[in-house]
């Protein structure tokens, strides 16, 4: 029974690049969320999609974060124009039903920005 | 506004000691609590939840948190860690909306 997956683990980047993140939620989950996680901001909400469609944008991330969710058991996070500030771990997690009970997270993918 | 707050950063214990993270909430209406455990480079897992009924509610790896309406709080306490205990804790909070707001993370450090 497969968990959530992401991909790659670790990427370096260099500022101004851009970067694709990649996530396959758990078989039949419904809601899918990325989060930013550092030290000093904690857990941020980047996105989130319920059946497909993007329900919350993350509002300061708009500017250049975007995350799509092209089928039901695939999403990307791109990041454009990468900055230096980016450098994070990136999670990406699904739940179930509707009413968000429990979140299943994946590994993550740790970003550095040079 | 939901506000999800942990009051410690960290804590140390002893391997055996108990231990209690508090975790303290701000919201009107119905919702969710959870206690979620990350280790170092993994992802966070989901320990329990609380909705309703019981308000002590168990765990796995002998965790409990038991929630109290008067003080808005769902602490978790385990009688007897584990050096494998050691890891970060969040506390999280879902109103029925599907909006889940976690806090800042309890580092549980537990020595030899």
């Known amino acids: 029974d497969a968990g959530v997956t992401q991909t790659p683990r670790h990427e370096v980047a260099e500022k101004g690049q851009t970067i694709i993140l990649k996530c396959e939620p758990v078989?039949?989950?419904?809601?899918l969320f990325w989060y930013r996680q550092t030290k000093i901001q904690g857990l941020e909400l980047l996105s989130y999609f319920r059946s497909k469609s993007l329900m919350e944008d993350g509002g300061a991330f708009k500017d250049r974060f975007k995350a799509e969710m092209l089928n039901s058991s695939f999403s990307t996070l791109k990041i454009q124009p990468t900055e230096p500030k980016d450098s994070a771990v990136y999670l990406c997690?699904?739940?179930?039903?509707?009413?968000?009970?429990?979140?299943?997270f994946g590994s993550g993918t740790r970003l550095t920005v040079l | 506004t939901q506000t999800v707050s942990q009051s410690d950063a960290h804590v140390t214990v002893f391997e055996g000691d108990s231990v209690e993270l508090r975790c303290n909430y701000s919201?009107?209406?119905?919702?969710?609590l959870s206690w979620y455990i990350q280790h170092h480079g993994r992802g966070l897992q989901f320990l329990l939840k609380y909705y309703s009924g019981n308000p002590v509610v168990q765990g796995v790896n002998g965790f409990e948190a038991e929630f109290s309406k008067s003080d808005s709080s769902f602490h978790l306490r385990k009688a007897s860690v584990h050096w494998s205990d050691s890891a970060v804790y969040f506390c999280a909070v879902s109103p029925n909306n599907n909006r889940i707001f976690f806090g800042d993370g309890t580092q549980l450090v537990v020595k030899p």
């Open positions: 997690a699904s739940s179930l039903t509707a009413s968000a009970e429990t979140l299943y």
């Open positions: 919201y009107g209406g119905s919702i969710y």
């Open positions: 078989s039949g989950h419904n809601d």
